[in-house]
Structures are given as C-alpha cells and as structure tokens.
C-alpha cells in the first residue's frame, strides 16, 4: 500500500511537471509595447516597400529600404532617426543595374545587388558606385537557371562570402504541371561566391511533393535560422522543409491552430490576373519566416484568406498590398509555442525586422487612423509570457 | 422570330443601360475635379503603381497630347503620382491628379491597367481596357485614329450646317 502511495505521488509530481512546462510554452505570446520609431520622410522617400533589411555597422543600427519609386535603396538610421543614405540605382551609364532587384547587406562596404535577369550579382558602395560584378547567366558547369525576384521571403542570404539565391521555377510544360522531369531538371538555389565571382547551381531539388501538381504562381519563401539550418516553404504546401546542406531535406508539419486553405490549381489564371487577385483573398499562405536569432524562435507570417468577399477594384489593391495577417511563433526545434492575431488595418507586415529589443512591426497600414505618407512608423512587440 | 427580337431589344437596352452607367459615373468623377465631360474625347486612366511597360505608352502619350486628350494618373499614393509627373515631365493642364483614388474605387480603371474612354458629344461610346489586352503601346494608335475620325465627322456637321 505505501508502495502504490509512493507511486501514485511520484506519477502524479511528473505529470504536474510536465503540464507546468508545456503551459508555460503555450503562454509565451508577442505584445505590442510602448515603444516605437518614427522617422519623417522626405518628398521622394517611401513607407511602401517589396524589401527591408535591419543591419547593424560600426556600433549604428541601420534599416534599408527597397524605393521602387525611386529606384533607389534608401538607409536609415535607426539611432538618430534620419536617412543616412540613398543608393540611386542607375539604368544607364557605367554604374547601370538592370533588372529587377534585390539587395542584401553585410555592412556599408558590402550592399549587394541582385539582379533576376539577367541573372547578375554587384557590389554597390554607399555612393551608387558598382565596384564589382558577377554575371550569373551560366554557372561553373555551364548549367543556366534564372533567379526568383530577390524581394521580401525571398531574398539573398549571405553566409561568410557565399550568396545563396533562389532561382525561379520556370517548368517546362505550359499547362502549370510540375513533372517528374522538371523535379529531376530544376534546382532551388544558386550559390555564388563574392570573393572569387564563382558560380554554383546547388544539388537541392523542389519537394517530391510537387510533382504532378499545378505550381503556376506557388509562390515561395526561405530563411536561415537556427544552427545553419535553411528553411523553405511553398505556398501551396503546408509543410516546412529544412536543410543544412541543400541537399536533403527534413519535412516538418507546420502546426497551427489555424485550418489554412491552401492555393491550388492555379493555372486557370494564367491569363486572368484580376481572377487570380480574387482567388488569392480565399486563400491563406506563409508570407514570411523569420529567425529571431535573440530569442530562438521562428516567426511564422501566415497571409489570412479573407472573411468577407469583395469585388471593389480598390479593395482588392489593398488587399494585396496590406493583407491581414497573423504569426505563428515556433521554437528553434520547429515546435509550435503560441499563434498571435493581429488587429484588422494597423499593421504593415511587408516591413518588420528583428533587433536585440524584439520585433519591430511597421504600422503604415493604409488603412491605420495615423498613417501618412511622410512617415516610417515601427511598433516595438516583444516575446512575453501570457 | 418574337424570341430573337425580345433578345435584341434586351441585348441593346442592356448595353445602353451600360453606357449610360459609364457616362454617369465619368461624369460625377469629373465633376469632382471641376471638369465637364463636354471637353474631351478621349479620357486614359492610368494606374501609375502599374507596370512600367503597361503605361509607359499611355503616360507618354499624354505629354503632348491635345486638349481633349485627358490623362487621369491614379494612386492610392500621393506621392506615386508626383514621381510619375515629374518622371515624364507633364505639365498641370494636361492631366488629373487623382489623389483619393476614387476612379478605382468607382470601377474606371483596374489596379495595373490604363483603361481608355472614348466620348462623343459627353457621352462614353466605348471602353478599352488594356488589363484585356497584351498588346499596350497599339492603342495609341486607335486614339489617334478615332481622334481623326471625329473630326472628319464634326467637319462634316458643320459644312451641312
């Protein structure tokens, strides 16, 4: 009989435990604190934005700022709240840049500029003067793959001198189906050292997943997070898959509290783009993953299908432009901690980065009482137990 | 033979009915900016955050167009639309700056697309939107066919006068 007591406590003292530790999981949650940024801005500088990137350089914190307006790349420091620099993007001349671009930064003697076509990598000095170029057109085995535009989700990473990009999925059959000779033909990225301009198409291949089904417009997204790991999704998939040496991949459920609608069969708007806007308000899709490398977690950005259907030209602009989102917060293990709702039409979850302090979302929504167009404006969340 | 003709008595009221709504709808927008419909024959929106080779063509065109040739730049933002005038170097007499966006927001033109008005006498007789269409730059040439169209017709009028 005592033998059963000793039991029944120690069983039940574990169990307590166990329930103590998970609830305290589930009760880590992100809270918009008092502090914020605000920085004005000037006539030709912008709140609107396809890319942002938070780096820090000599003891300043900065924030880049893609000005498609512009064609510039606008630098602001965070600490005096003022424009350090703007990085005209030239389209003719000696220091002309074409294409679609993207930018990644390591610090201010290393902005690089990343072109989708054709395929080219420079490097940029805070003048607007090309120091360095690297054609990415055919890579060291003369195999060719042209790149996804380098914007939000899907930029550049940079790993010592190596620039990882990830290259467009431009399949072979016009009917939007993934075959089985596309998975065996197409790679997800392309490496490319900065220091010798060599250029590598790395041995990753798209999810066997894919194959045989329609991925016209799946749109993708990729981070580096904890541990080297590199972290992919594709919109209509709803798993992550995660590699460390872009060869084989972990797939890992993403777990949410969410049911996701997830597109699919796509193709049927190859031509409709008004139908295609339409059909992506029904749907969800990860926008984003960002690593907070402070913390150890992963911030999931899902875009939410809409609960209420409308056809107004103007809705459905910003709709795609300032869409509704939530995040679901994981831990470096990919274990899911807590989702957070945001309210409808404050956020601008285009801009957001990660400092020591937390994240920093931007609250130029349109649609926001406060918004102007002559403002940058971030709110400060932090990790929080609940 | 009753049926077809209740059809095409349906299928014309239906169109004009359509027209009409435009005419309206164009009328009330540009009264809101002080204009009268009266002026002009061909009305462009322009949704300037659009891509650059869908209104590079229709933006150009405008610069030295004629009186009764309107450009109507649209934007949820302001300062989208003061970059696109300073870029090509239109001046204020020529277009409409519609700051509010509210040709979107009543339907006139779609989010990426010019979308062309062609009027007679203050009246919409037809409606090219360009979203329909892969070819951008070959309306300028329906515009200017059309422009000289109407004033053979107008000439016309005036020698039977």
Redesign the interface.
């Known amino acids: 009989m005592r033998y059963l007591t000793y039991c029944i406590t120690i069983y039940l003292l574990l169990t307590n435990c166990n329930t103590n530790s998970a609830d305290e999981e589930s009760r880590i949650t992100l809270e918009p604190t008092s502090e914020s940024i605000y920085i004005k801005l000037g006539?030709?500088e912008?709140n609107?934005t396809a890319l942002s990137q938070y780096f820090s350089d000599k003891d300043s914190n900065y924030l880049a700022l893609l000005n498609d307006?512009?064609n510039s790349i606008d630098i602001y420091n965070l600490d005096k709240k003022v424009l350090s620099y703007k990085i005209r993007i030239e389209k003719e001349g000696t220091n002309a840049f074409i294409g679609k671009f993207g930018f990644i930064i390591k610090n201010l003697d290393t902005i690089v500029l990343i072109s989708n076509w054709p395929p080219s990598v420079a490097i940029i000095n805070t003048e607007g003067k090309i120091t360095k170029r690297i054609s990415c057109e055919k890579d060291e085995n003369g195999k060719f793959l042209p790149f996804a535009i380098p914007l939000r989700g899907l930029n550049g990473i940079i790993k010592g001198d190596i620039l990882n990009i990830v290259n467009e999925l431009s399949i072979r059959q016009y009917t939007g189906k993934f075959t089985a000779s596309d998975h065996k033909l197409l790679k997800i990225v392309t490496s490319v050292n900065l220091k010798q301009g060599n250029v590598k198409i790395l041995p990753l291949d798209y999810p066997e997943k894919l194959i045989d089904k329609d991925v016209f417009n799946m749109s993708k997204c990729w981070e580096k997070g904890y541990d080297d790991n590199f972290i992919f999704s594709f919109s209509i998939l709803s798993d992550l898959f995660v590699t460390q040496d872009f060869i084989n991949y972990r797939e890992i459920p993403l777990e949410t509290d969410h049911e996701l609608k997830l597109p699919e069969n796509m193709f049927k708007y190859a031509t409709d783009?008004?139908g295609f806007l339409n059909y992506e308000k029904e749907t969800d899709a990860i926008k984003d993953i960002l690593y907070d490398k402070f913390r150890q977690y992963y911030y999931i950005l899902i875009r939410k299908h809409e609960q209420e259907l409308n056809n107004?030209?103007?809705y459905?602009?910003?709709n795609?432009l300032y869409p509704d989102c939530f995040i679901i917060i994981l831990d470096k293990d990919f274990k899911h901690i807590s989702e957070i709702n945001f309210p409808k039409g404050v956020y601008y979850f285009n801009n957001m980065f990660i400092t020591k302090e937390g994240l920093y979302i931007s609250e130029d929504h349109?649609d926001n009482p406060i918004y102007s167009?002559d403002a940058l404006r971030f709110r400060l969340f932090k990790v929080s137990k609940k | 033979m009753k049926n077809i003709n209740l059809i095409l008595f349906l299928g014309i009221f239906i169109i004009s009915c359509t027209s009409d709504k435009e005419t309206i709808e164009m009328d009330n927008f540009l009264k809101s900016f002080n204009l009268n419909i009266n002026d002009y024959k061909v009305i462009c929106f322009v949704p300037v955050d659009g891509c650059g080779t869908c209104i590079d063509p229709s933006l150009n065109y405008a610069r030295d167009a004629r009186k009764d040739y309107l450009l109507v730049m649209s934007s949820m933002y302001r300062k989208s639309i003061d970059i696109t005038a300073e870029r090509i170097q239109i001046y204020d007499h020529n277009y409409v700056a519609d700051y509010a966006n509210l040709s979107m927001k009543k339907g006139l033109v779609t989010p990426f697309s010019p979308c062309y008005y062609f009027l007679r006498y203050g009246k919409v007789i037809r409606k090219l939107d360009l979203n329909q269409t892969n070819n951008k730059s070959g309306i300028i040439g329906e515009v200017e066919q059309f422009f000289i169209e109407e004033d053979a017709n107008i000439e016309k009028m005036e020698k039977t006068k």
């Open positions: 006539k030709r912008i609107e307006k512009y783009l008004q107004n030209e103007e459905i602009l910003k795609t349109v167009e």
